[in-house]
Each structure stands twice: as C-alpha cells, then as structure tokens.
C-alpha cells in the first residue's frame, strides 16, 4: 500500500567495482530527485534497485542469488519495485532470467539517466520496461548524484574501455573509451574540496589512455598536474594502470607532486609471455619488469599492486611458474588473484585448453601463500617508519581504536580521539599483519 504521506523508500544493492559504486551515487541522486527516500531495511524500500557486476561468474551468481531473495520479499509486497542495472543488464542473455524473477524495470550503464522516467512510467501503467542501450551515447554531464558525506571521493575521469583482453566482459558491457572534458572533472574535485573531501580517486579502466578531444596534446599527467593544484584537496589517487600506457611523463608527474599518493595499481594480470599475448595485453613480462624498476627509481617509496588471473586458458605448469617467479621478483605490495572465469561472448571463451577447476584452485592458493608472504615482508619492513594517514573513523575490528589510510593506500590502526576524525595524522607504525599495520601517535 502507498501512504501518500509518506515518502517511498529505496535501497541499492551495488556490486562489482568502484564503477559501480559511483554509478550508485548517481543512481541515489536521480531517485532522490523523484521524491524517493533511502533505506537501509531492504523490507520497507518500495524500490529495490541492483547494481550489477558482470567480470567473473561468482559474481553474477551472487547477484541471482540476491535476486531470489528479494523476488519472495516482492511477493508478501506486490507494489515493491525491482530495478536491475549494471554490466549484468548490457548482457542480453540475461534478460529472459530476468522476466522470470519478475524484475520490473531494466536498465543498463549507458542510460542510467532515464531510470527516472522508467520508474515513474511502471508505477503509472504497472507495465514492465526492459530499456537496455547496446550503445554508449555521448557523456552525460550534470546528472544529479549523491556522494556520502566523508573525506573521500571517486570522480570519473573516463568511460569504457578499447583494449579487448581477450578474458574481460567490461568492454562489452561498458562500451568504448570516452574522456569527460577537463574542465569539468577539475570543477567537480574542486566542487568536493570546497564540501571538505580530502581524497579524491580518478576513476577509469585504463586512466592512462585518458586524453582530451578539445585541448591539444593533453593527456593525463596534464590532468593529474591540473587537479594536483586544487588547494581544498589534500591527496590524489588514481586507477586502473595498463603497463601498456603508462608514460616517462606520468611517472615524473607523480614522482613530483606531493598531493598524488605514491601508488599505482598496475594490474600484471599473468607471468608468461605466451599468455599474456593469449590475454591480448600489449606488453611482455620484460616490459613489465622493466616499467618497474623505472617507476621505482624515479619515486622512491611507492607502493605498486596487481591484479592476476590464475588458470586462463592453455596456462600450464611452467607458465604459472613464471607468474609466481614474477611475484617473487617484482615484490608486489598487495595483490588482487582471481581463477579465471569463463565470459561468454569474450575471445578467450572459445579457447581450447581450459584449465579444470581443480588445477585452478591449487594454483590459486600456491599464489596467494607467496604473495601473502611478500605482503607481510613488505609491512614488516615498515615497522618503526613513520607514516601520515588520513583518519577516517573508529576501526571496524577495534571500534575503540581509529582507523586511517597511508599515502601507499595501507589501512593503520592506532589508538587516538576521536576529533582526530578527517584530519592527517603522523603514526609509528609498532606491528603489522599481511594485510593491516598498527601504531601509534607519533
Ligand atoms: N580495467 C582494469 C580492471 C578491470 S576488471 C584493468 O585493466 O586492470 C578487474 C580485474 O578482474 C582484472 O584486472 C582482472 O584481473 C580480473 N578479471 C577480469 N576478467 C576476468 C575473468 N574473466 N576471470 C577472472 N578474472 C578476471
Ligand atoms: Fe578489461 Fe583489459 Fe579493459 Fe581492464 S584493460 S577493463 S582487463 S579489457
Ligand atoms: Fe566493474 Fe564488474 Fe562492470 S568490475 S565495470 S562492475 S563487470
């Protein structure tokens, strides 16, 4: 039953990456905008919007599962709105499963603009609308978004993705590579600053492809150089890195500002030249380690991290070797290690030699015990440094202690007052684990 004194409620379920969570953001402010209030208790929204991760199959199967929960809740509340959006939705496959669970509106990533207009049409007619773009359109500037209040940000600097490794959906859901205009992502993280965000992430599949269609030869150190000099904003992150694009320029661009966090995430993704050619990534593992010792000598301290993908098709022994003598050799701060998971309509879903599942789960934690390893060498070696942290609350396993990020993106804990919230702070880092440093107020 509507209470037509009482504003409908909605909840989104987000999924998947940091995309994703902007999106949400945006997706908030168009609701909102409708009249529509958050939620937290899923049972009361009257509009349940998903946001979708479609890059390895354990994430969809959490979305469906989500999905079957949430279609019995509609059951006991017919007059409750299922949307469904994000990269699952760009998939047509999906779209019979979806009539099925009973989803009343579908949207993908390119028209989140119009889900306003798909809501209010299916509350008018109690139809269904399925309003999936195959296409991106054109940027979309000044949609309405809502950002948390807190001390840190993710602003878009770039839409898609043009590199088609051959084991990725997101080109396919996400569509090609578009760069917002300078000037309106420096307005934006200006914008922040001045609501008093601290940090600010730029945000795109491959950052260092970003380039400007209106200023000649600008390219994203230049914006990195551009946002450096927003006052209000005390720290700049980016990501994702391609070791294909990243330039001698961005390197020194960081290596010179003080406001931009000595980390690059950089995904490696697979140690062996056979598969990283297989993975169509554009660049050998000499590249690579070469790239390396370049942007370790010119900006001392950073922190580098990855992303690798174990089992890809016609990986063998002896390939999967050279990713873990890679690990071994380049000493990744931290590690993101994913099994290869099949995506239909992707090149690498067609490739002989799939690896068993079993073969892929040892691989897996053969990786992740080394590169555990590392990560807990590296942190060790850390203990009695000193290092600033932005503080932004209470620590989720010690809420009597506070919880803060360092320059290299490392969670440190100590105890302090709490007024110490949103403001940087000088710590004596006493003990580490793999995956968390501790200290105290220096
Ligand atoms: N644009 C970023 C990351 C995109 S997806 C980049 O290029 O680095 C995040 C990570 O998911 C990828 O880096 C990759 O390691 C992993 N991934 C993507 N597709 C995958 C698949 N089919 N199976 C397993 N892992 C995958
Ligand atoms: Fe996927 Fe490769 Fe594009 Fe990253 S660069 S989003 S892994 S296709
Ligand atoms: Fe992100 Fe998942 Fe889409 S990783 S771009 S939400 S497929």
Not at 81 to 88: D, K, R, S, T
Not at 213 to 232: C, R
Request: charged share 25%; proline share 4%.
């Amino acid at each position: 039953m509507l209470h037509l004194n009482e504003p409908l409620k909605y909840n989104i379920l987000t999924y998947g990456c940091q995309m994703n969570v902007r999106d949400s953001e945006t997706i908030a402010g168009l609701v909102e905008a409708m009249g529509y209030c958050a939620t937290d208790e899923i049972g009361e929204a009257d509009l349940i919007v998903f946001n979708t991760c479609s890059v390895r199959h354990s994430a969809e199967n959490r979305v469906f599962g989500k999905l079957g929960e949430i279609k019995k809740l509609k059951q006991k509340k017919p007059d409750m709105l299922i949307a469904f959006g994000g990269c699952m939705a760009q998939i047509p496959d999906h779209k019979k499963r979806l009539k099925r669970q009973g989803v009343d509106i579908v949207f993908g990533t390119h028209n989140i603009h119009e889900l306003p207009a798909a809501i209010a049409q299916v509350r008018e007619h109690s139809s269904r609308i399925y309003n999936v773009w195959e296409k991106e359109g054109p940027i979309i500037e000044n949609v309405p978004s809502i950002r948390k209040p807190g001390l840190k940000a993710y602003v878009n600097i770039m839409f898609g993705c043009n590199n088609f490794c051959s084991y990725c959906i997101v080109p396919y859901t996400r569509g090609r590579e578009r760069s917002r205009r300078p000037e309106n992502i420096l307005q934006e993280i200006k914008t922040l600053g001045d609501q008093g965000y601290k940090e600010i992430t730029l945000l795109g599949q491959n950052v260092n492809s970003y380039y400007s269609s209106e200023k000649i030869s600008y390219d994203f150190a230049d914006l990195l150089s551009d946002a450096a000099g927003i006052e209000s904003i005390r720290r700049i992150r980016f990501m994702t890195s391609h070791p294909k694009d990243i330039s001698d320029k961005l390197i020194h661009t960081v290596a010179n500002h003080e406001k931009l966090c000595k980390h690059i995430h950089m995904p490696l993704q697979a140690g062996s030249n056979k598969i990283l050619g297989r993975m169509n990534r554009g660049y050998s593992r000499e590249h690579y380690e070469a790239l390396i010792s370049k942007i370790r000598s010119a900006v001392p301290g950073v922190a580098i991290t990855s992303d690798l993908i174990v089992g890809f098709p016609g990986e063998t022994e002896e390939d999967f070797r050279q990713t873990l003598e890679m690990i071994e050799k380049i000493r990744f701060d931290a590690a993101f290690t994913f099994m290869y998971s099949i995506r239909t309509g992707t090149r690498a879903a067609d490739f002989a030699e799939q690896v068993l599942l079993e073969e892929k789960k040892l691989r897996l934690s053969r990786l992740n015990e080394i590169q555990y390893g590392i990560a807990a060498d590296i942190n060790r070696s850390l203990i009695g440094t000193v290092q600033e942290v932005l503080v932004e609350g209470a620590s989720k396993t010690d809420p009597a202690k506070l919880t803060g990020r360092t320059d290299n993106d490392r969670i440190l804990i100590f105890p302090g007052p709490q007024d110490l919230i949103g403001n940087f702070v000088k710590i004596k880092v006493t003990r580490v684990t793999t995956f968390s440093l501790f200290g105290e107020i220096a």
